[in-house]
Nanobody, 121 residues
Framework: VQLQASGGGLVQPGGSLRLSCAASGSIFSINTMGWHRQAPGKQRELVTTITSGGSTNYADSVKGRFTISRDNAKHTVYLQMNSLKPEDTAVYYC????????????????WGQGTQVTVSS
């Protein structure tokens, strides 16, 4: 199983970006999917999660600005980021709790490779 993130880049303050993360491989089902981020010199922090049923959770710092969504048929999670601030600059990582065909009873947390988001004028 692999998670491939894309969509990062350089954007001015107040701008928007949309991140995508697609899971591929021998997937039986995907439970919770989410995004974390790590800024230089800081610990990785949770940004947002979404369950298979569509329930969402957001860090206080991004509430009202970021929106997570998923396409279960495409095994893909999205992160729409609006009103971006310089403090949103970080490497963004997607993760997903996945049951593979070989290990249906034992879900495992997979991580993507990270995509850089830089908010600067």
């Amino acid at each position: 199983v692999q998670l491939q993130a894309s969509g990062g880049g350089l954007v001015q303050p107040g701008g928007s970006l949309r991140l995508s993360c697609a899971a591929s491989g021998s997937i039986f089902s995907i439970n919770t999917m989410g995004w974390h981020r790590q800024a230089p010199g800081k610990q990785r922090e949770l940004v947002t999660t979404i369950t298979s049923g569509g329930s969402t959770n957001y860090a206080d710092s991004v509430k009202g600005r970021f929106t997570i969504s998923r396409d279960n048929a495409k095994h893909t999670v999205y992160l729409q980021m609006n009103s971006l601030k310089p403090e949103d600059t970080a490497v963004y990582y997607c993760n997903a709790e996945i049951r593979t065909i070989a290990r249906v009873l034992y879900p495992y947390d997979y991580w993507g490779q990270g995509t850089q988001v830089t908010v600067s004028s």
